[in-house]
């Protein structure tokens, strides 16, 4: 059973930025990939980035390429999202999640359905 816990998360001004942490525990955090996901009110829950058990792939949705950067401390159990230039549309209910499937990061389809746990989640917050 792997436990996520997500801190971070805030109010702050567009243009601003934050850090998220995701913590694990349970299982082994270095064969796992790890995904940030986030929900507006009424909208679908979106995916944001996630990085491979490495740590040396990445992929990003295009609305944070250039503003977001996913990283992750496999000696920490934890992956991080720097998020700069911050801007109004970004507020959400942040996620992390984590696949633990063996199959291939390069055919990862980063979808929702690829994750097995999930944490509580973060709010950030926004204001223009």
């Known amino acids: 059973q792997v436990q996520l816990v997500e801190s971070g998360g805030g109010l702050v001004q567009a243009g601003n930025s934050l850090r998220l942490s995701c913590v694990a525990s349970g299982g082994t955090f270095s064969r796992y990939v790890v995904g940030w996901f986030r929900q507006a009110p009424g909208k679908e829950r979106e995916f944001v980035a996630d990085?491979?058990?490495?740590?040396?792939?990445?992929y990003y949705t295009d609305s944070v390429k250039g503003r977001f950067t996913i990283s992750r401390d496999n000696a920490k159990n934890t992956v991080y999202l720097q998020m700069n230039s911050l801007k109004p549309e970004d507020t959400a209910v942040y996620y992390c999640?984590?696949?633990?499937?063996?199959?291939?990061?390069?055919?990862?389809?980063?979808?929702?359905?690829?994750?097995?746990?999930w944490g509580q989640g973060t709010q950030v917050t926004v204001s223009s």
């Open positions: 990085i491979s058990r490495s740590g040396v792939g990445t």
């Open positions: 999640a984590a696949d633990t499937g063996v199959g291939s990061y390069s055919r990862h389809n980063h979808s929702p359905e690829e994750y097995d746990y």
